[in-house]
Each structure stands twice: as structure tokens, then as C-alpha cells.
């Protein structure tokens, strides 16, 4: 069986690709947000955010002979904590990677983590849009309140978001709840509605959303600040579903195609 870490687009196509090749897969997510994993008898779905201790005993009793990391690229400390977990019961460790944004293009202003951003997107003095997920909420509302400048964050429709807005002191009306992916039009009307001077978004790839972002920005004339991705562990890395796929065959398929 496979431990497939999910939590992105990638998770139902992998998954299914995988099952449709003869393999169990386990679709491991952190929360029960909405996810589609696939409908197939092999594909089996569990949620719950794990430690690695946790991990490890999840990969010993369901005989997991290959963890397959596809989960969010800035989930560093699950990133960590499947490489640790996957080292230390020796099963082989793949990390899927959607290709993120090319680091020369003209007019992103690149940050090194969320506090970077936050002192970047607020010198100028322009109201902001935070579209980088409910979880490093603060730097950012604390920079908006000390220089009384306008912040709308958009994040998805879930409880943990709604807890995260509250505690960061987020108004109602600074919070737009919206599930993604969003288009340019749709991009555009949030900023043109809210007067939005600079936007904030992590580089999530073109599953992401993030080239509707660029392209919005780019139309209504905004600034964009990206929060680079965290360092990852060493690891065999794939950006796309047909390799990570075929190497996990490779693998773990006998000459037959049989497990």
C-alpha cells in the first residue's frame, strides 16, 4: 500500500493513477476539507494531521511500502515530518512538487517568509489582499493595524479559518471565505471591489491559482508580493503526476503487474 499525503489537486489524479495501475493507495489528509481522492475500490481516505511518531505507526500497520508526499509545497513541517517518518521505518519517500513560478519574471516582489511579505506588501501604503491561506494570519493584521492600513485576506470556508480570522482580530468584513481555483475576472473583481493596492499569495503553482493572480495584478496595475517556498528535505522530488506515477510502478509493480 501507498501512503499518499494529500491536500492538493494533484491528490485525486495521482490516487487514481496509482489505483488504476494495480496499487492500494491511502489518501492521508490533515483535515476533512472538502477532496475529491477518487472513487475507486483501492483508494481508501483517512484525515487528521499526524506527528511523526504517529506516522510511523500509521505506515507499520498498514504495511506502507512507499510514502508519496503530494501535499500543499508550503507544508514544510509535514514535509519534515513524512521524510523523518519515512527514514526511520525505511520506506522509500517520493515528494510530488507542482513547478512554482520562474524567479525571473518582471514586477513580483519575492519575500523570504511571512514577515518579509508583510513589511514588503505594507510600505506602500495601499490597502492589501492576503490570499496566502488562514495559518500566519498575525504579521500581517499587526503591520495593517500599526499603520491603520486597509487588509482583506481571502481564505477557504472551513472552521479552522474562521477560528484563525478571530483570533488575529480579522473584522468580517476584512475576510472574504471562498474556495479556489479563482480566475482572472473573478481575481480582479476582489481587488477592484476592495481597492486593493498590493496582493500577497504564496508561489502554489499553476494549480494553484497563482498565474490568475499574476495576470489580474498585472491588468488593474497592483504589486505583487510572493512568499518564496520553504526548503524541502532531500528527497526523490517529481513535478509531475505521469513521473512520480510511473516511478512508484517501477518500484513497487513485480515484472507481471502484480503486487
Not at 496499487?23 to 477532496?35: M, R
Not at 510502478?249 to 515484472?255: K, V
Amino acid at each position: 500500500m501507498i501512503l499518499l499525503l494529500g491536500g492538493t489537486s494533484e491528490t485525486r489524479p495521482i490516487a487514481l493513477a496509482l489505483a488504476e495501475k494495480g496499487l492500494d493507495v491511502l489518501a492521508s489528509t490533515a483535515t476533512d476539507n472538502e477532496l475529491d481522492v477518487g472513487n475507486h475500490p483501492r483508494i481508501i481516505r483517512r484525515s487528521g494531521r499526524m506527528n511523526e511518531e504517529e506516522m510511523a505507526e500509521l505506515i507499520s500497520s498498514k504495511d506502507i511500502r512507499l510514502l508519496l508526499d503530494a501535499s500543499h509545497p508550503y507544508a514544510a513541517i509535514v514535509h519534515q515530518t513524512a521524510f523523518n517518518a519515512a527514514k526511520n521505518t525505511g520506506v522509500p519517500y517520493f515528494r510530488f512538487e507542482r513547478p512554482g513560478l520562474g524567479k525571473g519574471i518582471e514586477k513580483i516582489i519575492w519575500a523570504e517568509g511571512h514577515e518579509d511579505a508583510g513589511s514588503c506588501a505594507f510600505s506602500f501604503g495601499l490597502p492589501v489582499l492576503l490570499t496566502t491561506g488562514s495559518r500566519n494570519l498575525m504579521p500581517y493584521v499587526r503591520l495593517a493595524r500599526e499603520r491603520s492600513i486597509p487588509i482583506v485576506a481571502r481564505v477557504l470556508p472551513h472552521v479552522e479559518s474562521e477560528e484563525a480570522c478571530v483570533r488575529a482580530g480579522l473584522s468580517g468584513a476584512e475576510v472574504i471565505f471562498a474556495r479556489g481555483p479563482f480566475s482572472v475576472e473573478e481575481n480582479l473583481r476582489v481587488i477592484k471591489e476592495n481597492k486593493i493596492g498590493v496582493v500577497v499569495t504564496k508561489d502554489s503553482g499553476a494549480a494553484g491559482g497563482v498565474e490568475e493572480k499574476l495576470e489580474a495584478v498585472r491588468i488593474a496595475g497592483c504589486r505583487l508580493v510572493v512568499v518564496g517556498r520553504p526548503s524541502v528535505p532531500v528527497s526523490d522530488v517529481f513535478t509531475s503526476v505521469e513521473s512520480v506515477v510511473e516511478s512508484a510502478c517501477a518500484l513497487l509493480l513485480l515484472p507481471h503487474g502484480t503486487m
